[in-house]
């Protein structure tokens, strides 16, 4: 069930982005940008390419610095604080480009997002007690779980760089939340996807916003987007022109006019 408006005026607040502004080069990539994020709700952000979408992740979660402005998680600033530490604060991005782990099978990748929830020392996983033992089979069944949801078992066993490129973005999901995250951010899930690996993606995000856990979602698939999303931030040349509800954001002038005026730059 979508959250609506006025549901969402209740949820408290995850992230508060306020403000933020980014320059490369004489280029204002971010704007002054501000908007929210709602515990338990699935947020867009949308526009057209060389919006700035990215490079807002990017100050989010600090890969870089933002040249002014302010983020905060769960109520506390997040700004100076480093990528690792932030996906320790329960804030878990994915990349554009999927980053499957060359080397490891489909299952393995999976499992190798856990690590931020790991409970047991490095000692007890090396004397290999029972307390991790046990970590260890929930985290395969949950594993296994989530492949099952996303279409993905049937390749649990093959390396994960063998697979087309969509069921590697669906991978890259499925890992991600294997940390628990609170918040998940998404770099365009849906590039790459075929119908039907998209509509396992939407059917993945709905788990998702059952399971509790927010989402903020960068997404050029404009019927994804209106499918899950409860909100949606439009960005244009680095600023916000538009803000609400799928609906209303999307028989919104300037949204209109920033999609259809530039055609060739708007793959939605
Ligand atoms: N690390 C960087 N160095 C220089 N310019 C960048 C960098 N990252 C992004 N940009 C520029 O910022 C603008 C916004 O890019 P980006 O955030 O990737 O847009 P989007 O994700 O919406 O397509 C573009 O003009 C891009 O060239
Ligand atoms: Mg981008």
Not at 107 to 123: I, M, P, Q, W
Request: glycine share 8%; aromatic share 4%; proline share 4%.
């Amino acid at each position: 069930m979508m959250v609506n408006n006025v549901t969402r005026e209740t949820l408290p607040v995850i992230l508060e982005v306020s403000g933020l502004s980014k320059t490369f080069g004489g280029v204002k990539a971010t704007d002054n940008v501000s908007f929210s994020v709602r515990d338990g709700a699935i947020t867009a952000l949308i526009g057209p390419n060389g919006a700035g979408k990215t490079t807002l992740f990017n100050l989010i979660t600090n890969i870089f610095p933002a040249d002014s402005g302010g983020v905060s998680f769960l109520g506390k600033s997040i700004r100076g604080t480093s990528p690792m530490n932030v996906a320790g604060l329960g804030l878990i991005r994915t990349f554009q480009s999927a980053r499957v782990f060359p080397g490891l099978t489909v299952l393995e990748n999976v499992l190798a997002g856990r690590h931020r929830l790991f409970k047991c020392s490095g000692l007890s996983q090396m004397l290999w007690t029972s307390k991790s033992r046990a970590e260890e089979r929930e985290s395969r069944e949950r594993a296994v779980a989530m492949l099952e949801l996303v279409g993905l078992s049937k390749f649990r066993d093959a390396h994960a760089v063998d697979l087309p490129m969509g069921a590697q973005k669906l991978l890259e999901v499925v890992r991600a939340l294997m940390s628990q995250p609170k918040l998940l951010c998404l770099d365009e899930p849906a590039a790459g996807l075929n119908d039907t690996e998209t509509e396992e993606l939407a059917v993945l995000l709905r788990a998702i916003r059952v399971a509790g856990i927010s989402v903020l979602v960068v997404e050029h698939n404009m019927s994804l987007v209106m499918n899950v999303a409860d909100h949606v931030v439009v960005v244009d040349a680095g600023a916000v022109i538009a803000a609400g509800p799928p609906a209303e954001v999307q028989s919104n002038a300037k949204v209109i006019e920033a999609y259809l005026g530039r055609e060739e730059n708007a793959a939605a």
